[in-house]
């Protein structure tokens, strides 16, 4: 059950949201705990198990951290929940025929984030209930966004609300109102944009990658980009709006990437959540760039390296991740040197080396990606009954689609939001939009969120 389930945004949400208000403040973390735990049920009964003892050993690791202080301590929790996680996900190498744990990256990520901020010294207390509500979370278990501790450390809705009955409602309600908003744009991006170019993907893989023309390999590169992206985009903004629903702060994943003026400015733009944890926990403790251009270009490596690894085994993420960290070293190290240069090559590596690397990150097949890559660039000619107009045809059945994709990536168009988000206008708007993306997932099967398989 994903938040573009009909069955969550009617029946599941307004039920948990009607207990969650109902009970004491105090009580809400509990509830939030409850809730989450039902959510994960309802969609891997079969493994809640090692969710629920993950949790368990990191309490007990993190009560052990903060008695102690032990790096050694720190080193064994740290170890012991990357290899639960390499465990599950490269168990096909080891012929092994273990089922991936939903979400499993994720409160992974965010319990290794809490024990190393422990030991730091970033959290005062270990308590068991914002400890266990900070991993579960539901809105986050899925896929993320990775928040970290202190995002659920002082929610105002779990304190003892002051002032009068009428204030405290209105209160509830406002956040609930900003976060249905962000929700319904959230479910705009994933149902109506990102399904429909999804299709268009899957169009050119049912024709074959070596009977399309060039300019179709090309529209199908920027198609899968901007699928990719508002199928993110899309389930971090409903993420952050249930959320902001649950009175807790909004989280930004994605700051407008397509307008970055580099290939590492995009990175940090795109899925920023998990940008800033291998920053805070992997790059940084390695050195990061505080100790020369040789460690500096080798700890690049070594995160991109484990960027690739962390979404999966085949050739092609390791080809994705290598690929975008030579790039990345180049513009670091070479374009650096001429500002001017920078920023013209900057934006052309982002406008179209991005969406090249897309594609060697969609086609797993090492060689069915070169068939592709070599009708973008036809130096070899590798074609097979090819109809050099298809492109018209596609561009006839998704240029909605397209033209929507282009305009949801214009910035002024966020910050007309965020000026006018209470416009009357405004909110018609975004309810026409909620109801046009009810209308279409209850017209079809519906489409898992991409990145649930990572």
């Known amino acids: 059950m994903t938040f573009s389930d009909l069955n969550f945004i009617f029946r599941l949400l307004p039920i948990f949201l009607i207990i969650y208000y109902i009970m004491p403040a105090s009580l809400r973390k509990w509830a939030l705990l409850l809730g989450s735990l039902g959510f994960y049920y309802l969609n891997e009964p079969r493994l809640i198990l090692v969710l629920v003892v993950m949790t368990v050993i990191n309490l007990l690791f993190a009560k052990l951290i903060k008695r102690t202080t032990s790096k050694a301590v720190l080193a064994v929790i740290v170890v012991l929940n990357v290899s639960v996680l390499g465990l599950f996900k490269f168990s096909k190498l080891a012929g092994l025929s273990l089922i991936i744990p939903l979400g499993l990256s994720y409160y992974i990520f965010k319990m290794i984030s809490y024990q190393v901020d422990l030991y730091r010294g970033k959290i005062e207390e270990v308590s068991f209930i914002k400890a266990t509500d900070y991993f579960l979370m539901f809105p986050q278990i899925i896929s993320g966004p990775i928040a970290k501790f202190s995002y659920v450390e002082n929610n105002p809705m779990w304190l003892k609300a002051e002032g009068a009955k009428k204030e405290r409602l209105f209160k509830i309600l406002t956040q609930i109102e900003e976060g249905l908003k962000l929700m319904a744009c959230g479910l705009f991006m994933k149902a109506i944009i990102a399904d429909h170019l999804a299709v268009l993907w899957s169009d050119i893989k049912v ?248």
Not at 215 to 237: C, R
């Open 207 to 454: 024709i074959g990658y070596e009977s399309i023309s060039t300019p179709l390999a090309w529209l199908g590169a920027y198609a899968y980009s901007l699928n990719l992206y508002f199928d993110f985009w899309g389930y971090s903004l409903m993420a952050a709006g249930i959320g902001v629903m649950l009175g807790f702060p909004f989280i930004r994943n994605f700051n407008q990437p397509y307008l970055s003026s580099s290939i590492s400015e995009f990175y940090r733009r795109w899925h920023s959540t998990l940008g800033e944890w291998f920053k805070d926990y992997v790059y940084f403790p390695l050195g990061g760039s505080r100790k020369g251009k040789g460690r500096t270009a080798i700890n690049i490596f070594i995160v991109w390296l484990l960027t690739g690894i962390w979404h999966g085994y085949t050739a092609n993420f390791f080809v994705w991740a290598m690929s975008i960290c030579v790039i990345i070293l180049f513009e670091k190290f070479v374009l650096s040197r001429s500002p001017k240069l920078l920023a013209i090559i900057g934006h052309i590596n982002v406008l179209v080396i991005i969406p090249i690397t897309w594609v060697v990150f969609a086609i797993h097949s090492l060689s069915s990606l070169r068939v592709y890559l070599l009708r973008m660039f036809p130096v070899i000619d590798v074609s097979v009954a090819v109809n050099k107009n298809d492109i018209y045809y596609y561009l006839s059945d998704y240029w909605l689609y397209l033209l929507l994709g282009i305009v949801f990536t214009i910035p002024a168009l966020t910050g007309f939001y965020k000026k006018h988000k209470d416009n009357i206008l405004v909110v018609l708007c975004i309810f026409v939009m909620f109801f046009i993306s009810i209308f279409s997932l209850s017209n079809s099967a519906g489409n898992p969120f991409m990145y649930l398989r990572f």
